[in-house]
């Protein structure tokens, strides 16, 4: 996290200098000083940024020092760093091939596959033109310089994916019971999003706290004592295969430096949480449009303070919340504001922008209102993150009551793959108090498959899962 | 009726309905959903052997117009394949195939030294590399366009499609087969049934009691994050047999051989695969450390003992013919097998470039192997 | 009056806007999410779908009239997310 003044690093952005705390990442650092562009989309040359500020959109991708694809939000600044944009030439804020954005025609399925490129020799050419402009980073030079290691294998009990709330509440209960366990956790502090909301939240005072925030601090504080469990931070677990009983994961600790290392566990607990749900608007995609943890990211852990107007995208819950956080924090906002998702009005039906968003379009009962905004913060919920445990087999079913895509799962977090538990968000995402519960009941079932079908652990399960149906 | 909606199934199909046979198509997932959508989506040539190379290059012929006989774009481009030789033996034996190649009408390739490889190819590692073959008629095309234009075209012809339709075995009486019991119901054929089922045929054979030596070997891929182009032609290593290329958006796509090849239906990816790949291709291209690995995924070859296909009808049962057992290239040789299917399935006449790919040639212990000589 | 413009995007990776989205389900009478992801490339980029492919099976389900229960996502395949080729030399291979 940035330390206070001053700033003491300097980098170079598309042969721009830019000034940066210690602590900052490349994404946050382009953010304080004013720089939202820094990539452009494959296919039209669109502008893009940060989006999620936590590595899964891919959003912010650069070049760092001759690496290609560096996520700029995961990447923590060094003196005379060489970054620069990607898929623009000469650069992010002006790219020749910008162009493309107003011809989609051009390149839409219809003209590639049914179009004039059908004929071989117009294809011919085309293909040229189109294998000197495609991909995204650059190729790199023999001779790029990088550092990879081996940290061998770990032998444990239990491996929980996710050091967010389910996961630490998963942990919490397993260590009472002297099962070695290890935490994956893909940032670089434990808490997930429930660490970055200090908002009170009525659900969890059975609990005994009044935040997420809290609650989370609680949980961390009590795992921090036990010897019987590892965490892992700026970790990917990048590929669970549970009959082979392995789990791949990459320890990142640099743009080119990182380390693999094999967790061998008798059960995995998947805890990877769950990621927004995309704006429904024209031109949603944007530099300055950000995911709603993100967001918290930027402005809680990284101290970028908004200079304009935020923007709040979201019904329910989540852009409430947020509403209450900004006014806590005294920043300037407008909303919480609905998108095109419904015809309920206020509603953002666009953004407008240059170098960066100008405004945004809400749409009353009586008429379009333009609202300046420097950032536009989706809020307008989550939805469960399905890679792992999808990719590990777990078959993937449509929850009704929830109207959510989730793993498939019984009341236990058990799925049908004997060694595989799924808890938290990922388990459908219902609220911090049902992730906390949900990740207590991953725990006691991971203790029944260890330790077997003891009595104390079996009651004190189905009380858990007796207070779910409560909440 | 043709068992089987992948590339092979189709191209048949297309082939019948082009001449006016009336065409049932019956496929237990969506079109492609076996190898066809799952392959590296290149076609070559050069083989090391007459019969495999006759109708390879055939293939490769009618693949170069392609997009205007189906009238659907396949992405075709001549990439080329660079097959990297590491021992004197292997230049030997590159450099009389080529002659041998030539001799059967294929346009020459390239023997190239460790020099013009340096220069063309830039990015490669020459440790250990004594010379290089190009076989620059070779190609790369989208995969998934070519199914969905084969698709198109078929249904524009009238060929009827039923997917999700899985069929479960196939219907006898006396010698001959009149149909096929499904999940769904039976389906009943009027002239004669196809099996382009990939591994799967075997299945459906032995229904009959004919026994097809096909194994499904599982393959499996990987990709990373598009990257400007450099690797244009299928770049493949003599030494680990591992091969990588850039596809049309910039990704690099790399495979190897390894120990979990094994005979397995399902299409599981594997924690091995990744790391054995990457071992191998980095090796080859060392830039490509800091890539980024994007999508594993896992599909079959379905493999015979000779590594050649299973063309033609079943001596046994009289309607009964198979296209299958492609060991690997099914997908380059569809649109050659399709032509020449069709004309044995409708006309009766057995062409002799699919002749030597009979069924017979294992009871008779005759199986194609690797030669030199032609004639 | 306002006059709109712009892109609503659905794969950000591929852009792939909604519209193109919709008009290909309606043109070529998909019903099957993966047919819709050979064609267009939606999920296919560097995310793999964690913006697109929900959002995608609902909007299909709505533009069909289906259930979103009977909307088949695409597969899920390891990595869960990027990671640089060179870390996998360092793999443990062991003895299986």
Not at chain 1, 125 to 130: C, E, Q, R, T
Not at chain 1, 181 to 198: K, Y
């Amino acid at each position: 996290m940035p330390r206070p003044s001053p700033p003491t690093i300097k980098f170079y952005f598309d042969d721009k200098e830019v000034v940066a705390y210690k602590g900052d990442t490349i994404a946050s650092a382009l953010l304080r000083a004013g720089i939202y562009t820094i990539s452009r989309s494959l296919k039209f040359h669109r502008r893009r940024g940060v989006r999620c500020f936590r590595g899964y959109c891919r959003s912010c991708l650069v070049e760092v020092n001759g690496v290609p694809n560096v996520p700029a939000c995961l990447t923590l600044v060094e003196d005379n760093m060489v970054v620069k944009s990607q898929n623009a030439y000469p650069n992010a804020s002006y790219d020749v091939l910008s162009i493309l954005d107003k011809l989609p025609h051009l390149t839409s399925y219809n003209t590639i596959y049914e179009g004039a490129f059908k004929n071989p020799l117009l294809w011919s050419l085309a293909s040229k033109v189109i294998e000197k402009i495609t991909g995204l980073g650059r190729f790199p030079q023999t001779n790029v310089k990088y550092e990879y290691s081996s940290e061998g294998v770990i032998e444990t009990d239990v491996a929980i994916i996710g050091g967010g709330l389910s996961g630490l509440a998963a942990a919490n209960m397993i260590s009472q019971y002297n099962v070695k366990t290890v935490i994956v956790e893909s940032l670089e502090l434990l808490g997930g999003r429930a660490r970055l909301d200090p908002i009170e939240d009525a659900n969890l005072k059975r609990l005994n706290v009044e935040s997420p925030k809290q609650l989370a601090e609680k949980l961390i504080e009590s795992i921090s004592k036990n010897e019987h469990i590892v965490v892992i931070n700026n970790s990917d677990a990048y590929g669970l295969y549970p009959e082979e009983r392995k789990l791949g994961v990459y320890i990142r600790r640099s743009y080119n430096k990182g380390s693999h290392v094999l967790i061998r566990a008798k059960v995995y607990i998947v805890a990877s949480g769950a990621y927004e749900i995309p704006g429904n608007f024209r031109n949603n995609d944007v530099p300055g449009i950000i995911y709603d943890y993100g967001f918290r990211r930027l402005i809680l852990d990284y101290n970028v303070k908004p200079k304009g107007k935020v923007l709040i995208v979201g019904n329910g819950g989540y852009g409430e919340r947020l509403k209450r956080l900004l006014e806590s924090l005294n920043v300037s906002f407008e909303g919480p504001v609905l998108d095109t998702d419904t015809n309920i009005k206020p509603r953002l039906v666009e953004v407008r922008y240059k170098e960066k968003i100008r405004c945004a379009l809400l749409e009353f009962e009586n008429g379009i209102r333009k609202v300046d905004a420097e950032y536009v913060v989706i809020s307008k919920g989550y939805t469960p993150a399905l890679e792992i445990a999808g990719h590990a087999g777990v078959p993937i079913v449509y929850d009704e009551k929830l109207g959510q895509y989730v793993p498939s799962h019984n009341m236990y977090m058990e799925t049908p793959i004997d060694n595989v538990l799924v808890t938290g968000d990922t388990a459908g995402c219902e609220g911090y108090y049902k992730a906390y519960v949900k990740g207590e009941i991953a725990g006691l079932t991971a203790l029944v498959k260890i330790l077997g079908e003891r009595k104390d652990v079996l009651s004190l399960r189905e009380e858990k899962v007796k207070s779910l149906g409560g909440g | 009726m043709i068992v089987g909606g992948g590339v092979t199934g189709l191209s048949i199909a297309y082939n019948l309905a082009k001449i006016g046979a009336s065409v049932t198509i019956i496929e237990r997932g969506y079109i492609g959903s076996g190898s066809s959508t799952r392959n590296a989506a290149n076609a070559r040539a050069h083989f090391f052997n007459k019969e495999a190379t006759i109708i390879a290059w055939e293939s490769l012929k009618l693949m170069y117009k392609l997009s205007k006989e189906l009238n659907y774009n396949t992405l075709f481009i001549k990439r080329g394949y660079l097959w990297l030789l590491y021992t004197e033996e292997q230049y030997k034996r590159f450099k009389q195939f080529r002659e041998f190649w030539s001799k059967l009408g294929i346009p020459d390739g390239k023997m190239l030294s460790v020099e013009d490889l340096k220069e063309r190819y830039p990015f490669l590692n020459l440790k250990g590399v004594i010379g290089g073959f190009l076989g620059h008629v070779n190609g790369r095309y989208h995969h998934d366009a070519i199914v969905r234009g084969y698709w198109r075209a078929c249904k524009n012809l009238g060929v009827k499609i039923y997917e999700y339709t899985e069929a479960k075995k196939l219907i006898r009486e006396g010698s001959k087969v009149v149909g096929v019991e499904t999940n769904v119901g039976k389906v009943y054929a009027r002239k004669c049934v196809v099996l382009a089922a990939g591994p799967w045929t075997r299945l459906l054979a032995k229904s009959v009691g004919i026994d097809l030596p096909i194994e499904p070997v599982r393959k499996e891929l990987l990709v990373t994050e598009p990257v400007k182009i450099k690797i244009k032609p299928l770049v493949i290593s003599m030494k680990t047999n591992a091969y990588v290329q850039q596809t049309l958006r910039g990704e690099v796509l790399g495979s190897v051989e390894t120990p979990m090849d094994i005979p397995i239906w399902e299409f599981k990816s594997t924690y091995q695969f990744p790391l054995r790949t990457v071992r191998a291709i980095i090796e080859l291209v060392p830039a490509l450390a800091v890539v980024n690995f994007m999508r594993q995924w896992a599909g079959h070859y379905d493999v015979t003992p000779d590594n050649n296909p299973i063309l033609g009808f079943i001596d046994e049962i009289e309607n009964l013919a198979v296209a299958a057992g492609f060991s690997g290239h099914g997908f380059m040789l569809a649109p050659a097998v399709g032509k020449y299917m069709a004309l044995l399935l409708d006309k009766g006449h057995l062409d002799p470039i699919i002749k030597p790919f009979n069924y017979r040639r294992f009871k008779e212990g005759k199986l194609i192997t690797e030669q030199l000589v032609i004639g | 009056m306002v006059k709109f413009s712009g892109k609503n995007i659905l794969c950000f990776c591929e852009d792939v806007t909604v519209e193109e989205f919709l008009e290909a389900v309606e043109k070529y009478g998909i019903k099957d999410l993966q047919l819709l992801k050979r064609l267009l490339g939606i999920g296919t980029g560097p995310c793999q779908g964690k913006q697109c492919i929900v959002r995608a099976a609902l909007l299909l389900a709505l533009k069909k009239g289906i259930k979103p229960s009977n909307v088949r996502l695409t597969t899920f395949r390891p990595p869960s997310r990027p990671i640089p080729l060179g870390v996998l030399i360092h793999g443990e291979l062991g003895e299986e």
